[in-house]
């Protein structure tokens, strides 16, 4: 059993900034590879980014540098610092872990 507590999200206007949080509690027996997703009303969940336990990380094109996904290993943490925002970034941001756990979601809104 592994639980996740995402927070973070909120409304901010373009061309704002927030960070998000995602931490796992549980039996984290081992935690390898963990990744922010984000879905939008109509749309499919799609992937932001992701990081390795070694800090290798890959983003989605759409990104363009803008976002920075970033983890604590020790304190089995995960972080989106989300700068730059835009209205079309508005979805759920789900943190995900070894691609089986997921959190509950935190809702980010980007008003024009």
């Known amino acids: 059993q592994v639980q996740l507590v995402e927070s973070g999200g909120g409304l901010v206007q373009a061309g704002g900034s927030l960070r998000l949080s995602c931490a796992a509690s549980?039996?984290?027996?081992?935690?390898?590879?963990m990744g922010w997703y984000r879905q939008a009303p109509g749309k499919q969940r799609e992937l932001v980014a992701t990081?390795?336990?070694?800090?290798?990380?890959n983003y989605a094109n759409y990104m363009q540098g803008r976002f920075t996904i970033s983890r604590d290993n020790a304190e089995k943490r995960l972080y989106l610092q989300m700068n730059s925002l835009k209205p079309d970034d508005t979805a759920v941001y789900y943190c995900?872990?070894?691609?089986?756990?997921w959190g509950q979601g935190t809702q980010v809104t980007v008003s024009s």
């Open positions: 549980g039996s984290t027996f081992s935690i390898n590879g």
């Open positions: 990081i390795s336990r070694g800090g290798r990380t």
């Open positions: 995900n872990i070894d691609n089986s756990y």
